[in-house]
């Protein structure tokens, strides 16, 4: 089946920040939030520590467009915030279906950015599909609610890879039909 990547909107509008696409200017806070242990044990992505480089590496494969992966900075500015709060991406799937992931840096943990952030792509679904998935670690409850507070239905465990950890870790997977 031939994947089409949709045109993905520039800015999608939350209540307390933007979600805008990954700029080299964030390079800086995307390394800085990345190499904080507490968030990069609870991605499966994030090594820790942070080798030289990594944010860079991160922030040029976002701009070289040749993925199925969108990605947006949880940009606080228009409301006095820090302009990178976080990220979150919607990795295109088969059969109309993609996957949503996210990380927020602690500073901003508890605070309902996550939660706004999965609603606003989930409103503007960007890459037009009927299904979102997403997963996250089974010792990160906080996360487990962002999607059930989303509408997300638990469907079951899994292990994923986790870099900062150099170990599989347990999973719960989440599926959310739009």
Same mark, same amino acid.
């Given at each position: 089946?031939?994947? %089409?990547?949709?045109?993905?909107?520039?800015?999608?509008?939350? %209540?307390?920040? %933007?979600? *805008?696409?990954?700029?080299?200017?964030?390079?800086?806070?995307?390394?800085?939030?990345? =190499? @904080?242990?507490?968030?990069?044990?609870?991605?499966?992505?994030?090594?820790?520590?942070?080798?030289?480089?990594?944010? @860079?590496? $991160?922030?040029? *494969?976002?701009?070289? !467009?040749?993925? !199925?992966? !969108?990605?947006?900075?949880?940009?606080?500015?228009?409301?006095?915030?820090? %302009?990178?709060?976080?990220?979150?991406?919607?990795?295109?799937? @088969?059969?109309? +279906?993609?996957?949503?992931?996210?990380?927020?840096?602690?500073? $901003?943990?508890?605070?309902?950015? &996550?939660?706004?952030?999965? *609603?606003?792509?989930?409103?503007?679904?960007? +890459?037009?599909?009927?299904?979102? $998935?997403?997963?996250?670690?089974? @010792?990160?409850?906080?996360? &487990?609610?962002?999607?059930?507070?989303?509408?997300?239905?638990?469907?079951? !465990? =899994?292990?994923? $890879?986790?870099?900062? *950890?150099?170990?599989?870790?347990?999973?719960?997977?989440?599926?959310?039909?739009?």
């Amino acid at each position: 089946m031939l994947v %089409e990547k949709l045109a993905t909107p520039d800015v999608i509008s939350c %209540e307390r920040f %933007e979600l *805008r696409p990954v700029r080299v200017s964030d390079q800086g806070l995307i390394g800085h939030y990345a =190499a @904080d242990l507490r968030l990069a044990k609870m991605t499966p992505n994030i090594p820790n520590p942070v080798p030289p480089g990594w944010a @860079d590496a $991160f922030v040029a *494969r976002t701009l070289k !467009d040749d993925e !199925d992966i !969108d990605r947006w900075v949880l940009d606080g500015t228009c409301s006095d915030r820090p %302009e990178v709060m976080g990220v979150i991406s919607l990795q295109k799937m @088969d059969r109309a +279906q993609s996957e949503i992931s996210y990380w927020v840096a602690p500073a $901003f943990w508890n605070t309902g950015i &996550a939660s706004a952030a999965v *609603r606003g792509v989930i409103e503007a679904n960007p +890459q037009g599909v009927q299904t979102m $998935f997403a997963s996250v670690f089974q @010792d990160n409850p906080a996360s &487990a609610r962002v999607l059930t507070n989303a509408g997300f239905e638990y469907i079951g !465990d =899994a292990e994923a $890879f986790c870099v900062a *950890r150099n170990s599989k870790v347990s999973t719960w997977t989440y599926l959310k039909k739009l």
